[in-house]
C-alpha cells in the first residue's frame, strides 16, 4: 500500500514526482539518479557509456592494490609476486589464515537483477591441501576444487550470481569454505587468487532467480556429464516422464557417470520456504547419490544432499533447501553410487516453495516439522541400513509441534 513501481522499485507515491519521467529503462541498464536537482536517468552501478554497458564492478580485480581489500586474520594481498598468471599481484591465504577463518574482501555496489544482466565471476586460482576456495557474495557462497598439483588453473573457473549479489551494497569476499583437520595438527594448505572479477554471462550459461537449466531436458544444453569406462550419460528420448526426454546415466562394470545442472535458488525475500523437486526413476535396489555445489566431472566440489535407492518405478521428491543455498546459483549433481550395472533418469527439475521447510533463514526447520519432505544430508540409506537419520511427524514424541528427528 501507498508503493508504486518506478525504474525497477517500490517507491512511496510522494516521492515519484521528483523522480525521472519518462521512467528509466531497466533493458538499457538505467536508474533514476533522484539525488540530483532535475532527476535523470543514469547507467547502474558498474555500468557506463552510451549506451550503458558493463565495465565492472570490483576495484582493483588483478591484487595490486593492498588498500582496495578488507583483510582479515592474516589474508593478505602481494602486489608484486612473479609466480603469478596474469597479473602482478595475488591474493594469499595461507595455512594459519585459512585456518582462523582469513578473508580477503571488498563491499562494491551492485545493480539489481532487474537492472542489470546475467553475471559471472571469474576466478583465477590455485589451492592445496585445505578443502578448496570458497568465493561469498553476501550470505551466497561457492564452493571451487583444489588444483593439482598446486597449479593455477588453466581457465577462469566461471560462477554464475545469483540473486543474492545483485541490488545495494554486496560483500565479495575469498576464503576457505571450512576448517580443515590439519588445522587440529600441523596446519597445510594454501589459497592464492590471482585475478577476480565480474563478467556477464555467456547467453544460456546461467539460469534466472527461480529456474534450473534446461530442467525438464527437452533439448540440448543446460546439462553437463562426465563418465568414466563402460558408461553413458546423456539426454534421451522416451525414457522422461511420461514418455518425454529425461537425462540419463547408466553403466556395466565398475564405471563411473555423473550429471549436473544449475539451478537459482531465489532468495526467501522473493521466494518463501524454497524447496527443490524433481522427478526420477532408478533401477531397483540400486543406490544413487543427490548433491548440491560445484560440478568438476565425477571429481566435483560438493556436499550430500540424499542417497536413495531406487525402487524401478517414478518417484517425486521434495527437498527443504537450507538458507546458503537461497540467492545462490548451486549444481544439482546425480552421482551413481552402486557397483552393479545400474542406470538413473530424472525429469522436470524445479524449485518451488513449500510451507512445510519453514521460513528461516538462518537454521533450516529448527523444529523438525519438514516431514515427509526430506531435508539435505538428513535421510541416509548405504552403507549402513540399520542407521538411519529421518524427519518424523509423530506429537507423542514431539516436545512442541509435531515434529522430530
Not at 534446461?214 to 553413458?232: I, L
Request: hydrophobic content about 35%; proline content about 7%; charged content about 20%.
Amino acid at each position: 500500500p501507498e508503493l508504486v513501481e518506478q525504474s525497477g522499485r517500490c517507491v512511496a507515491q510522494e516521492v515519484t514526482r521528483s523522480l525521472c519521467d519518462p521512467a528509466c529503462s531497466p533493458v538499457a541498464h538505467q536508474v533514476c539518479d533522484g539525488d540530483m536537482e532535475a532527476p535523470e536517468c543514469v547507467c547502474a552501478p558498474g555500468y557506463s557509456g552510451v549506451p550503458c554497458t558493463w565495465t565492472g564492478i570490483l576495484e582493483d580485480p588483478g591484487f595490486e592494490n593492498q588498500d582496495a581489500w578488507t583483510l582479515t586474520e592474516g589474508a593478505g594481498v602481494l602486489p608484486n609476486r612473479q609466480d603469478i598468471e596474469v597479473d602482478p599481484g595475488l591474493a594469499r591465504i595461507e595455512r594459519s589464515a585459512a585456518c582462523n577463518a582469513g578473508v580477503v574482501g571488498q563491499t562494491v555496489q551492485m545493480p539489481s537483477y532487474e537492472v542489470a544482466e546475467p553475471l559471472v565471476a571469474e576466478v583465477t586460482y590455485r589451492a592445496e591441501g585445505l578443502l578448496g576456495l570458497a568465493l561469498g557474495f553476501n550470505r551466497a557462497w561457492a564452493l571451487l576444487p583444489l588444483t593439482t598439483d598446486f597449479a593455477w588453473t588453466s581457465e577462469p573457473a566461471r560462477v554464475c550470481l545469483g540473486e543474492a549479489a545483485y541490488g545495494g551494497a554486496i560483500a565479495v569476499q575469498l576464503s576457505t569454505p571450512d576448517k580443515h583437520a590439519s588445522c587440529f595438527g600441523e596446519q597445510e594448505g594454501e589459497i592464492n587468487v590471482d585475478r577476480l572479477e565480474i563478467v556477464p554471462a555467456e547467453p544460456g550459461e546461467c539460469p534466472a532467480p527461480g529456474e534450473a537449466l534446461n530442467a525438464a531436458g527437452e533439448e540440448d544444453g543446460g546439462w553437463e556429464f562426465d563418465t568414466t569406462g563402460a558408461a553413458e550419460a546423456g539426454l534421451v528420448e522416451g525414457v522422461g516422464r511420461g514418455g518425454t526426454t529425461g537425462i540419463r546415466i547408466a553403466r556395466q562394470g565398475n564405471a563411473r557417470a555423473a550429471a549436473s545442472t544449475k539451478l537459482s535458488v531465489p532468495s526467501s525475500e522473493s521466494l518463501k520456504s524454497p524447496a527443490l523437486r524433481f522427478w526420477w526413476k532408478g533401477t531397483n535396489e540400486s543406490h544413487f547419490s543427490f548433491k548440491l555445489g560445484r560440478f568438476d566431472g565425477v571429481n566435483l566440489a560438493a556436499f550430500p544432499l540424499d542417497t536413495v535407492r531406487g525402487n524401478g518405478s517414478d518417484r517425486n521428491f521434495v527437498y527443504c533447501l537450507p538458507p546458503w543455498t537461497h540467492g545462490n546459483v548451486v549444481d544439482l549433481i546425480f552421482k551413481l553410487a552402486s557397483t552393479e550395472p545400474t542406470e538413473l533418469v530424472i525429469d522436470d527439475v524445479e524449485i518451488i516453495s513449500d510451507d512445510g521447510c519453514g521460513a528461516s533463514t538462518d537454521v533450516l526447520d529448527p523444529g523438525f516439522e519438514a516431514g515427509p519432505n526430506r531435508t539435505m544430508g538428513v535421510t541416509t540409506f548405504p552403507p549402513f541400513e540399520a542407521a538411519t537419520a529421518t524427519l518424523r511427524t509423530d506429537p507423542s514424541l514431539a516436545n512442541a509441534g509435531s515434529g522430530v528427528l
